[in-house]
């Protein structure tokens, strides 16, 4: 699963979506790094199924993990959620108060473009080289236009994107990279927003967070469960080609199960569920462990006030994931939008943040929203 120097992933409609055994160590890098443009969009009907081939892929590997020294804290004063949450996290991470940024800015769902260019700049000018991540204590705003705040923040806003947001966006150059100082080596302050559906569900989401550190994969506990699910909607399962195996990975004391189901149901143990659906149901039977990591590809779950009918991301957090992600304006079916799911989960196993493991598995991340706590790190050894 571990390969030598920075892994290449393969690309949905490409001629390779596989890669070798873990015995193999060969990385994704023969495949291109983008698939023709698909105009599909994630809330078409479902069509028919595809045969695969499930095979593991390879990482470079990665020596070291953000800290709580790496990471500043961004919170808006307007906001009453946003200064709660805000001084929560302070002192459940032991931020250092150098690295707390307060300032006053529209609490709304969507930023313009002429709102967001002075925040931008105060944000990017208030931290020095060593804050390497920020974690986001709000709720709103979750986007700048068809910019989620996340992508916007750390890539910067792209405005010829909301032209057609259809449309192949910026590669993140920290996607499957072996870096833990994303700022230092590509200039990206990577962002979490700390968001849930009030200032109790935040902090309990906080300390799921803190409580994960250091807590899996340890000789002779239980494994606990990865559940990679296919569901009867065929466009918003194109996820299924980047599945893995399923079985258990002994060494890192998880077991991978790949179901074919739309809604798992008494799931026990979860610590990654990554499914798609327009919305999940029976959420409230699923267990999950302190540090879990779920999403569901869909069109709008990025959108934290409208989805449009779809589920928002903020009903894993209701469900007791600590970080999740959606996108926040039409993505269409391209799977480089999303996670890929073999990226979120062997990059979480060597011992990333739940921020660095969601980073590092998007490729095309400007549309997307990173929701949770930032530092869970269940797999790290401290």
């Not at 949905?12 to 698909?38: M, N």
């Not at 970080?323 to 304006?329: D, L, W």
Request: with cysteine; hydrophobic share 40%.
């Amino acid at each position: 699963m571990w390969g030598g120097g920075v892994a290449s992933m393969a690309q949905p409609g490409t001629a390779e979506s596989g890669a070798s055994a873990p015995t193999s160590g060969a990385a994704l890098a023969s495949a291109p790094t983008t698939s023709p443009p698909t105009t599909q969009p994630a809330s078409l009907p479902a069509s028919s199924p595809v045969e695969v081939e499930h095979r593991w892929a390879a990482i470079p590997r990665v020596f070291g993990r953000l800290k709580a020294s790496d990471i500043g804290v961004v919170i808006n004063t307007d906001d009453p959620y946003s200064v709660q949450v805000g001084e929560y996290y302070i002192k459940a991470r032991q931020i250092q108060p150098a690295h707390v940024l307060r300032l006053s800015f529209p609490v709304k769902p969507a930023l313009t473009r002429s709102e967001f260019g002075p925040l931008y700049k105060r944000i990017q000018g208030a931290f020095g080289p060593e804050v390497q991540a920020l974690a986001l204590a709000w709720r709103f705003p979750y986007a700048v236009e068809c910019n989620s705040i996340t992508g916007a923040l750390t890539l910067g806003f792209d405005p010829q994107l909301c032209v057609k947001t259809c449309a192949v966006s910026r590669s993140s150059p920290y996607f499957g990279s072996a870096s833990v100082k994303p700022f230092s080596d590509y200039g990206m302050r990577l962002t979490m927003l700390l968001a849930a559906r009030d200032v109790d569900e935040a902090e309990s989401l906080i300390d799921r967070g803190v409580r994960s550190d250091d807590t899996l994969g340890r000789k002779g506990a239980p494994p606990v469960n990865v559940h990679f699910v296919t569901t009867s909607d065929a466009v918003r399962s194109r996820r299924q080609i980047l599945f893995p195996p399923p079985g258990l990975v002994p060494s890192f004391g998880v077991d991978v199960h790949l179901d074919h189901t739309d809604a798992l149901r008494d799931a026990d143990r979860v610590v990654i569920y990554l499914t798609g659906k327009e919305r999940v149901k029976a959420l409230d039977s699923v267990h999950f462990v302190p540090g879990a990591l779920a999403d569901h590809l869909t069109s709008f779950g990025g959108m934290l006030d409208d989805a449009h009918g779809q589920m928002s991301v903020l009903s894993w957090i209701d469900a007791g994931v600590t970080a999740t992600y959606g996108t926040t304006s039409e993505p269409c079916a391209h799977l480089q939008k999303f996670p890929h799911p073999q990226a979120l989960l062997l990059f979480y196993l060597s011992g990333a943040t739940a921020i660095e493991a969601y980073w590092k598995s998007v490729r095309w991340p400007q549309q997307g929203l990173f929701v949770g706590e930032p530092l869970a790190a269940p797999f790290a050894r401290n």
